[in-house]
């Protein structure tokens, strides 16, 4: 096993100030004690509800914010612990892909000056070897030169993840995070976009983190998933086995409420009550408020552990979820 990137105890806490003179300090727990080993070469799935600290996470592992305890390493080296310099050196073999197409992409520029702008920041090369490379990115990425002189604001949606794609791999990286990079397109351009990182992975040899709350696409794209809730991560599992047989009630519950071609035969416990405040989750696991098998057990927080081959779980239920159908 080949891991390019290693998170230990990974947590992102966000301090909110007090309430009032004498209050006491809030800090909002985004990301809470994540350990999680990712492979070279490997699709792995990120998943969860909205506010569960996908996102968060995912800027963390590109270096965008700093973890408020933890290290997480690229290839055994701890990128919090190098200088300045060094991890702009570093920063070339991950890039990311983001979730606004608009957002994320300059708008006083055209594509073709985003792209340069790209590979000028790391001293490409020279100003024709800079315009080729982008040629042939925009290309890669099924984009024409009639694009590359177009603003954000003369684009569709999915064109503009397009130029946000190929900026992704104009430094040949070796990893990409991909958060939710297809929540804002159109459903008729969200598989032409999937399928088009998927190529790119499969062409270049990427490890893709690909970060979605939609389960059916990570159904199909991923090696290995990990479950997300409120800042933990709950469960990480190859993809068959999470989908054929969950061991964390969450995910069960999660996978119960996918749409299904035939919703009679796909009835089960639904997911119930609201996603707690991370300023102030429960007690113990997280999830217990919300769990159909919880005990006083719960009370303690469940450490993520083995329960079969390759699979981790944070339940103290685990083998009964899984025997549980």
Do not use: W
């Not at 996470?57 to 290839?75: C, N, Q, S, V």
């Not at 197409?101 to 001293?123: C, D, F, G, Q």
């Not at 040899?205 to 389960?215: A, C, E, K, N, Q």
Request: with cysteine; charged share 20%.
């Amino acid at each position: 096993m080949n891991v390019q990137l290693r998170l230990e105890g990974v947590s992102k806490a966000y301090d909110l100030g007090k309430i009032g003179l004498f209050g006491k300090p809030r800090l909002l727990h985004a990301v809470n004690g994540v350990d999680l080993d990712i492979r070279k070469g490997e699709t792995l799935g990120l998943v969860g509800e909205s506010g569960c600290g996908k996102s968060t996470l995912a800027r963390l592992i590109m270096h965008l914010e700093k973890p408020t305890e933890g290290a997480i390493t690229f290839d055994g080296e701890d990128l919090n612990a190098v200088s300045s310099s060094r991890l702009h050196a570093a920063r070339r073999r991950f890039q990311m892909v983001f979730q606004d197409p608009y957002a994320s992409l300059n708008a006083r520029m055209t594509a073709r000056v985003i792209l340069a702008e790209a590979l000028k920041n790391y001293r490409y090369g020279s100003p024709a070897e800079i315009g080729a490379r982008v040629e042939a990115v925009a290309f890669a990425c099924g984009l024409s030169s009639y694009h590359l002189d177009k603003h954000p604001h003369e684009l569709s949606g999915g064109q503009c993840q397009r130029i946000g794609i190929a900026r992704a791999i104009a430094l040949d990286p070796e990893m990409i995070v991909a958060d939710e990079p297809v929540s804002a397109l159109d459903v008729s351009i969200q598989a032409q976009i999937i399928n088009l990182i998927l190529k790119l992975q499969k062409e270049m040899g990427l490890t893709l983190v690909f970060v979605s709350h939609d389960l059916s696409v990570v159904a199909h794209i991923a090696d290995r998933v990990a479950v997300m809730y409120l800042g933990r991560i709950v469960e990480l599992a190859p993809v068959h086995d999470l989908f054929t047989g969950s061991a964390h009630p969450y995910t069960r519950l999660l996978l119960s409420a996918v749409p299904r071609p035939a919703p009679v035969a796909s009835r089960g416990r639904q997911l119930k009550g609201e996603l707690p405040s991370p300023l102030n989750p429960p007690k113990g696991c997280h999830f217990r408020p919300r769990c159909p098998f919880a005990t006083e057990k719960c009370l303690e927080k469940p450490p993520l552990r083995s329960v079969g081959t390759e699979r981790l779980a944070a339940c103290h239920y685990a083998e009964k979820v899984m025997g549980n159908p």
